[in-house]
């Protein structure tokens, strides 16, 4: 006589069982990392988190593979440090504080709390004794720090420059925020296709020119015309001013962009042969100006200095050089984000780190 044996149940409790090993690998430390250990060094990065209130799914995007490959490298013998923190300052935290009635210090510092028992629980290999707030001031400091060793050698200066302004906020905006309501989604969209392609292949006149429009103009003051204003992906803000005024007929990157996008191409600049047809390609070489106004029949050359003349005199702008690299703006409107470290007197003093 024989019987069937009854079935053993498989079930995974997942709760059960990560909560068990994660509170083994706790008391071990196995993810403490010692500086003095003998084997090769390896240092992981991943992106620390702004704490915004809850994880989601980009940041599994983000820091899931990372943590991959800071196990990957532990399985080949390398003493592996992944460091963990929370990006926590800025204006976000600020304004969802000022919305609930609360200081930016609780409200962080609670989305830091349950943050981090979020990431506990995935069980990720992060150094939790490194761990690092900025918004912090043992961390801060060192912004500081930093900051006026630029200033002591001449890096650091105060001084005027445009910016852009949100009267909404409060405060400046880069240039990548300017945007209406009705674009964010698409410009937020393109920016992120632009990134994925080098500078080359973004300004190579071979590569097909895209963008897509911020749904704002910008106003010709020589002639009052409103202009559209595009994003697009051969105009690089490590470039110039980071942007361009567009002269379809005579740039074959905007020929092609303007081309694509239905965009008039007005010819400003032709040879003195020229019989009015249109163009197949930019015009790329020197010629007398057309269909400009009160600059009709100069030069091209003796066109931009008599414009630049009319600019500075109108008050509109000034000549100046155009260097590649250009220095960057720290301001401070709001409260939340790293004090800068000097205080300037109107009176006397001046600036007094």
């Known amino acids: 006589m024989t019987s069937n044996p009854r079935p053993v149940e498989l079930r995974y409790d997942p ?5 068990k090993w994660q509170e083994r690998w706790e008391k071990d430390g196995i993810h403490r990392v010692d500086n003095e250990d003998p084997r090769p060094k390896w240092y992981e990065m991943t992106m620390y988190p702004y704490p915004s209130g809850d994880l989601h799914i980009g940041h599994w995007y983000a820091m899931a593979p990372a943590d991959c490959h800071a196990r990957f490298r532990r399985m080949q013998g390398y003493n592996v440090l992944h460091p963990i923190g929370f990006d926590a300052f800025g204006l976000p935290a600020e304004n969802a504080a000022i919305s609930r009635g609360i200081h930016p210090h609780t409200w962080t510092m609670d989305n830091i709390a349950n943050m981090r028992r979020q990431l506990r629980s995935i069980g990720a290999v992060y150094d939790w004794d490194r761990e690092i707030v900025c918004c912090l001031p043992e961390f801060y400091r060192w912004n500081q720090w930093l900051f006026l060793q630029f200033y002591k050698a001449g890096l650091a200066y105060r001084g005027r420059a445009p910016v852009v302004w949100c009267p909404s906020c409060q405060t400046v905006l880069a240039n990548e925020q300017l945007t209406t309501d009705d674009q964010r989604a698409a410009v937020a ?7 994925r392609a080098s500078e080359i292949e973004r300004l190579s006149t071979e590569t097909e020119k895209t963008g897509v429009p911020l749904g704002s103009h910008a106003v010709n003051r020589l002639n009052g015309e409103r202009v559209p204003i595009y994003i697009g992906d051969y105009v690089l803000m490590s470039y110039g001013s980071g942007a361009v005024m567009g002269v379809p007929a005579h740039d074959s990157r905007d020929f092609a962009f303007a081309n694509k996008y239905g965009l008039p191409v007005r010819i400003v600049i032709a040879p003195i042969t020229w019989d009015g047809s249109d163009l197949t390609e930019a015009y790329l070489d020197d010629g007398f100006m057309t269909n400009s ?4 029949g100069m030069t091209d050359e003796e066109g931009k ?3 630049a003349d009319d600019i500075e005199k109108n008050g509109w702008g000034r000549r100046t050089v155009s260097y590649r690299v250009r220095d960057w703006i720290i301001s401070r409107q709001r409260y939340w984000g790293t004090p800068i470290p000097y205080v300037y007197c109107r009176a006397q003093c001046g600036i007094v780190p």
Do not use: S
């Open 15 to 19: 709760a059960a069982i990560d909560q």
């Open 189 to 195: 969209d393109y920016i992120e296709q632009a990134r």
């Open 293 to 296: 106004g009160k600059y009709e």
């Open 305 to 307: 200095q008599a414009i």
